[in-house]
């Protein structure tokens, strides 16, 4: 099992800067790639961005590329994701997810937070 809880959420105006974290406890964090996925009123979850166990490789969805940052500190069981030009269409609630494997699927993860919320305003 992995507990995953998410922080650093708010309301922030359009072209403001936020940084999520995601503490894990449980199980060891180097197993599992880690994942963000955010979910705005009326729509599907939808994928945001991926890092592999050791940091090497990542994944953005277009919409947050060049915008979005996400790292990890497996010393503190920590993945971040830095959001920086942020715009109101980026307002949801915000996931972090943990993988077997790293995929952009929802589907494939196995243990989610409870989420955080981020309202960006015009």
């Known amino acids: 099992q992995v507990q995953l809880v998410e922080s650093g959420g708010g309301l922030v105006q359009a072209g403001g800067s936020l940084r999520l974290s995601c503490t894990a406890s449980?199980?060891?964090?180097?197993?599992?790639?880690m994942g963000w996925f955010r979910q705005a009123p009326g729509k599907e979850r939808e994928f945001v961005a991926t890092?592999?166990?050791?940091?090497?490789?990542?994944y953005y969805a277009d919409s947050v590329k060049d915008r979005f940052t996400i790292s990890r500190d497996n010393a503190k069981n920590t993945v971040y994701l830095q959001m920086n030009s942020l715009k109101p269409e980026d307002t949801a609630v915000y996931y972090c997810?943990?993988?077997?494997?790293?995929?952009?699927?929802?589907?494939?993860?196995?243990?989610w937070g409870q989420g955080t919320q981020v309202t960006v305003s015009s």
């Open positions: 449980g199980r060891s964090f180097t197993s599992y790639a």
């Open positions: 997810a943990a993988s077997a494997s790293q995929t952009g699927w929802a589907k494939d993860y196995d243990y």
């Open positions: 890092i592999s166990w050791s940091g090497g490789t990542i």
